[in-house]
């Protein structure tokens, strides 16, 4: 079971930890969703989401201000006994020193934002979506190439670095080399990116590696991006008959989602570049209602139709 360790919360969204002496590395999430603790506030712990990250927020906190400091006792004590993984107050409020302290007694982080709640609680919902996600790790390539996300496969050696490389020369992003981990934010979108130990780096057969993020910039790396093709890349088979049309789209599956697949035949003088940028231009222009294989093919049909009318 994928668990979100507390301190990786804290360092991604540098919140404020009112609570230094607990260690958060030992304090793990173990559901992606938020509760705001309104109606536990207010006594009622029936269907309490404990295991949920607690977010407060100004209505949370304004009625807080009102209780008397025996029901804050009582409240605090049941609160923090479920041992919820962490509270999050937003807006920049500061909890009182009897929650700061019942909170110590039993362990659970409270930390503090600046963020407005409502756009805090969607930036951390998306957070922990992307962290429990259903994930594989596959050998390929994943390039950012005019804002499309292009993972490049193929056999081992027969280019997909060298072709990373003159993309980002070209002016793309790289996301990840040789490893891709592919997690399943939803039924219509995987999202690639490197693991954290290859993050920028990329190996090149008789170099060996090089970071890509000193060499080139920050603006020529991307810590992740969706995936919206696969470019397969194999050596060239002249006894095989290759697409030349791309009337139907073919497709390859990740944990249960279809993406569009592209074959990519490879022999010397074919610049794989270019191949794939052109690939990525041509998928932007179907989104956007534009097929060039079916805009031939009607050409075609057209022109058969005029010349039976003139025979």
């Not at 007694?105 to 996600?133: C, D, H, N, W």
């Not at 991006?225 to 990740?254: A, C, H, P």
């Not at 005029?306 to 025979?311: G, I, K, N, P, Y």
Request: glycine letters at 6%; one cysteine or more; charged letters at 25%.
């Amino acid at each position: 079971m994928a668990t979100v360790k507390i301190s990786k919360i804290i360092e991604n969204y540098q919140l404020e930890n009112l609570t230094p002496e607990i260690d958060t590395s030992q304090v793990l999430v173990k559901q992606p969703d938020i509760n705001r603790p309104a109606l536990q506030l207010a006594g009622y712990f029936d269907h309490f989401d404990s295991d949920r990250v607690q977010l407060i927020g100004f209505v949370e906190y304004t009625y807080l201000e009102v209780m008397s400091d025996e029901r804050k006792l009582e409240i605090y004590d049941r609160l923090m006994s479920y041992k919820v993984p962490c509270i999050i107050f937003c807006r920049d409020l500061q909890p009182d020193q009897l929650f700061l302290d019942a909170a110590n007694k039993y362990g659970v982080p409270v930390l503090k934002t600046k963020k407005e709640t409502s756009s805090f609680m969607a930036e951390i919902i998306r957070y922990l979506a992307v962290q429990f996600a259903p994930f594989i790790s596959i050998h390929g390539v994943l390039v950012d190439v005019y804002g499309e996300g292009v993972l490049i496969m193929g056999e081992s050696g027969i280019g997909k670095s060298e072709a990373a490389l003159e993309l980002i020369k070209r002016g793309h992003r790289l996301v990840t080399d040789d490893v891709v981990e592919i997690r399943k934010i939803s039924d219509d979108t995987l999202v690639g990116s490197a693991p954290e130990i290859t993050k920028h780096f990329i190996e090149l057969r008789g170099i060996g590696i090089l970071d890509v993020k000193t060499l080139f910039g920050v603006e020529c790396v991307k810590d992740q991006q969706n995936i919206d093709m696969v470019i397969k890349l194999e050596s060239w088979d002249k006894e095989r008959e290759y697409d030349r049309m791309g009337l139907e789209d073919q497709y390859t599956e990740f944990l249960g989602n279809k993406v569009i697949c592209h074959n990519i035949p490879i022999r010397p003088g074919r610049n794989v570049a270019v191949i794939v940028e052109s690939a990525a231009v041509n998928h932007r222009q179907k989104l956007m209602g534009y097929n060039a294989a079916q805009e031939l093919y009607n050409r075609v049909q057209q022109s058969i139709a005029r010349q039976r009318e003139e025979e």
